[in-house]
Nanobody, 116 residues
Framework: EVQLVESGGGLVQPGGSLRLSCQAS????????LNWVRQTPGKGFELLAT????????SYADSVKGRFTVSRDNTKNTLYLHLNSLKTEDTAMYYC?????????RGQGTQVTVSA
């Protein structure tokens, strides 16, 4: 059974930083492309970052490019998202996502709130 558990969210001031983690289990972590997405109330999911299976290739949404960094540790089955220069509009629930075989898996999410 695929399990994804996000953590690391919290309340941070504008300009601040956070590191989100996603602990994965139930699948061969090192063989899959993974994503970070976020959702705000009343809106759909926004794809933020994608990382290749071996971590050598990454891509980002324009809204977070240059501020967020995705990484992974395949020895720990863990995905990370480093959030820097946070803005109030980054406030959202953040999820790691696995899309495979026609199925999409997400964890319960971790809330990031950016407020003065």
């Amino acid at each position: 059974e695929v399990q994804l558990v996000e953590s690391g969210g919290g309340l941070v001031q504008p300009g601040g930083s956070l590191r989100l983690s996603c602990q994965a289990s139930g699948f061969d972590f090192s063989k899959y492309i993974l994503n970070w997405v976020r959702q705000t109330p009343g809106k759909g999911f926004e794809l933020l970052a994608t990382i290749s299976a071996d971590g050598s290739s990454t891509s980002y949404a324009d809204s977070v490019k240059g501020r967020f960094t995705v990484s992974r540790d395949n020895t720990k089955n863990t995905l990370y998202l480093h959030l820097n220069s946070l803005k109030t509009e980054d406030t959202a629930m953040y999820y790691c996502r696995l899309a495979t075989g026609g199925s999409i898996y997400r964890g319960q999410g971790t809330q990031v709130t950016v407020s003065a």
